[in-house]
């Protein structure tokens, strides 16, 4: 379960940068994560729940912004959706995507008191 | 905060032990309790509509796997400078990760010099296998953890301290899921699916798959007694990543190792270590 490891590092970021905007307390956190990154949401959003106590974000929330995976067709080369990692072209249906967008696990922003 | 439970106590569940030692080289006893009271209760007791006057945004955009990104990109310079070849071998438990060390390291003990580092849940005992070949080992224990990281690498390398101009052998934790987000500082993933699983795990375990070099198919001296057809497993991974090179092979009986050693020796002059 590498979510918990995600988890801390997700806190660590989000307190290391609350502390520097001489926060108090972590309301929210907003990530970014690929729908292709190999990471389950749900796994996030209970590590979390149980990760934040005696954190900044104790009473804080985590917020999941799923980034859609996309792709170059090898084949034809447009770029389209890649709904996973080993989807078809949706433009010729023959190749297969060279994934550019969708691996992404980001911590985008932060609100806090 | 430990990242093993979630719990409060540090994170330093992790061992690190060579064989024949009683106890880890950082001895931890996570003696922590996990059987907390369940006092608190899930209802929200905070609540969502106090007034946030107070509150602003603040921007990061920072990647959460950047620490480990760093101490990787650390690991492979160290490496790079050293000339040391460094592979993350990954695969399901039971595939022969251990059993294709051993064959290695005896049939290349006059030409390749190998170092390894065992990553397990628990136990020395892999790490006695590869001790009893003669190579040098150092074995991990992540404790509940189900992946090692860049940061275990580089203090398993302060402890190993492989030699210059060698190949250092890294068996991650038996997990074709989660070992594949995390980034050691390899030359190379070398993932490893024996004929005994099913042909179709590059389609149900694609991350792996796609963030591999190469794939060794072991076990295939019982491709008569299995259902596994080779070249649908081949078809099924290079759908997900047609870069990836195959090597069929056995590792008890021997069978197809040449190619698999051959492979070696070119990653090892690509890396700048010494050839045979």
Redesign the interface.
């Known amino acids: 379960?590498?979510e918990?490891?995600?988890?801390?590092?997700?806190?660590?970021?989000?307190e290391a940068?609350?502390r520097e905007?001489n926060?108090q307390a972590i309301?929210r956190v907003n990530?970014e994560v690929g729908a292709?990154?190999?990471?389950e949401n749900e796994a996030l959003q209970f590590?979390f729940a149980?990760?934040r106590?005696?954190?900044m974000a104790a009473?804080g929330?985590l917020v999941i912004e799923v980034i859609a995976g996309r792709g170059t067709c090898?084949h034809c080369g447009q770029d389209g959706p890649a709904s996973?990692?080993?989807a078809l072209c949706v433009a010729c249906d023959e190749g297969?995507l060279e994934?550019f967008q969708g691996r992404e696990?980001?911590?985008?922003?932060?609100?806090?008191? | 905060m430990c990242d093993t439970c979630g719990c409060s106590q540090p994170a330093e569940a992790v061992t690190f032990r060579r064989p024949g030692t009683e106890t880890p080289a950082h001895s931890h006893d996570h003696a922590h309790p996990h059987d907390h009271d369940h006092g608190h209760d899930h209802q929200h007791e905070h609540h969502h509509d106090h007034d946030h006057s107070q509150s602003r945004e603040v921007k990061v955009a920072q990647d959460i796997l950047q620490q480990n990104d760093l101490l990787a990109a650390h690991n492979r310079g160290w490496f790079a400078g050293r000339g040391i070849l460094a592979l993350n071998l990954v695969s399901s438990p039971g595939s022969g990760k251990t059993s294709v060390l051993e064959r290695t390291i005896s049939d290349l003990r006059e030409t390749v010099p190998l170092s390894v580092i065992e990553g397990d849940q628990q136990t020395l005992r892999d790490a006695d296998r590869i001790a009893a070949t003669g190579a040098p080992v150092l074995q991990v224990n992540t404790g509940k953890g189900c992946h090692l990281d860049a940061a275990m690498i580089q203090r398993a390398c302060d402890e190993l301290k492989p030699v210059p101009d060698t190949v250092l052998m890294i068996e991650n934790v038996g997990n074709l899921v989660c070992p594949a987000l995390f980034d050691l500082g390899e030359a190379a993933k070398v993932v490893i699916i024996s004929v005994t699983e099913g042909d179709d795990k590059p389609l149900k375990y694609p991350t792996m798959f796609a963030a591999a070099d190469l794939c060794l198919i072991n076990k295939i001296d019982l491709l008569p007694h299995v259902n596994f057809d080779v070249d649908a497993c081949e078809a099924a991974a290079r759908q997900v990543n047609p870069k990836l090179e195959f090597v069929r092979l056995a590792a008890t009986t021997g069978e197809g190792m040449d190619r698999w050693y051959q492979w070696l020796r070119d990653r090892r002059a690509a890396s700048g270590g010494e050839t045979d």
């Open positions: 379960m590498h918990m490891s995600l988890v801390i590092s997700i806190l660590d970021i989000a940068q609350a905007a926060a309301n990530i292709l990154a190999g990471v590590c149980a990760a106590r005696d954190t009473a929330e090898r996973e990692l080993m297969t994934i696990l980001r911590v985008s922003s932060l609100n806090v008191d």
